[in-house]
């Protein structure tokens, strides 16, 4: 354990024994902790190890995507029972010093533009210090934290972990890094909390369907909360709200659609357009940058019949002689 927790705190190691990759009420727990208690996840990429800091463009198309989001759990939370509110202090969250970021097309069709980048693509992103470096002298600065945080849902069976579910799970909330506190609503006995898909980096909306994803260490101290009731996630968090984590001068595209999720597609799909031909990066280069370092905002869903979304790029990322502004 680092220091300032409880060196008693118990560790999960991410073995074949403790993990899965789909959501089920009927998985055994892996281990039975109290309210108050800390455990460290060991988590694998989301790939489950399928990738690593050597791998090429040749083994995206080798994936099994029945691994992806292997998660490190379920642990039971004792006395956890439908109703009640599971509090998740995140304490620690903590790379391993290298993660990449891949388009995956196909049958997967991960992704805001799928359509339209049918090719795969990876980039093994070179971590130094707090910022990981990408082509054209690009830094993203790093801001590590769990893709996948939930519990059980009430639904017998097994569920796939893509979707986000009203009990947490694939939310990819950037701001849930460390310090932050999730809270979810508990619909089984014990709750069976899981944890993983870590990103080191990543910019709201993860676009291209992956942020920088890295294999991860996560500490939490979990609570019950019965004094609470809430029908789906709530959290506290400082943040960051920028991909930099500060107010900084930023370049924005906008969408403009009747339908907020071709909105979201027009903004990025300028962006894209922007970091080619104003930038120098490939295209897809520009469409993982964007999922890494790009900021979608819904600027306003009230003037019918079109709606808008913004896509903000920070110019801090660049190196001087890039940016556009002081």
């Not at 990738?51 to 490190?72: E, F």
């Not at 899981?194 to 979990?222: K, L, N, W, Y």
């Not at 339908?259 to 990066?281: C, G, K, N, S, Y």
């Not at 280069?285 to 964007?290: P, T």
Request: glycine fraction near 8%.
């Amino acid at each position: 354990m680092s220091s300032g927790h409880d060196a008693s705190a118990y560790e999960i190691a991410a073995d074949d024994e403790t993990i899965h990759s789909a959501w089920d009420n009927d998985l055994e727990p892996v281990r039975t902790i109290e309210p108050g208690d800390v455990v460290r996840f060991t988590c694998r990429d989301s790939t489950g190890g399928q990738l690593g800091p050597d791998s090429t463009v040749t083994d995206v198309a080798d994936l099994d995507i029945d691994r992806v989001h292997t998660l490190t759990g379920p642990v039971a939370i004792d006395g956890a029972r439908p109703g009640d509110v599971l509090e998740i202090e995140l304490l620690e969250v903590d790379h391993r010093g290298w993660g990449f970021t891949l388009i995956l097309p196909s049958e997967a069709e991960l992704g805001l533009l799928a359509d339209e980048f049918p090719d795969p693509a990876l980039y093994v992103w070179e971590f130094d210090g707090d910022v990981a470096r990408f082509a054209n002298d690009i830094e993203v600065p790093l801001d590590p934290f769990p893709g996948v945080l939930g519990v059980a849902p009430a639904e017998d069976g097994t569920h796939e972990t893509f979707p986000p579910r009203s009990v947490g799970g694939n939310m990819d909330v950037k701001q849930l890094t460390a310090g932050s506190t999730l809270y979810l609503p508990v619909a089984v006995d014990d709750a069976l909390f899981s944890v993983g898909d870590g990103h080191a980096a990543q910019g709201d909306g993860e676009v291209c369907g992956t942020g920088i994803e890295a294999p991860m260490d996560v500490t939490c101290r979990f609570d019950l909360r019965s004094d609470l009731s809430i029908d789906q996630p709530q959290f506290e968090t400082s943040g960051p709200f920028t991909s930099s984590g500060r107010d900084e001068p930023m370049y924005g595209t906008t969408g403009i659609a009747d339908d907020l999720q071709e909105a979201a597609r027009a903004a990025v799909r300028q962006m894209i357009d922007h970091l080619e031909t104003e930038r120098d990066l490939e295209r897809n280069e520009a469409y993982m940058l964007c999922s890494v370092a790009v900021d979608l905002k819904i600027n306003e869903v009230v003037n019918a019949p079109n709606w808008v979304v913004s896509a903000y790029l920070p110019e801090g990322i660049f190196s001087e002689d890039r940016r556009r502004s002081a």
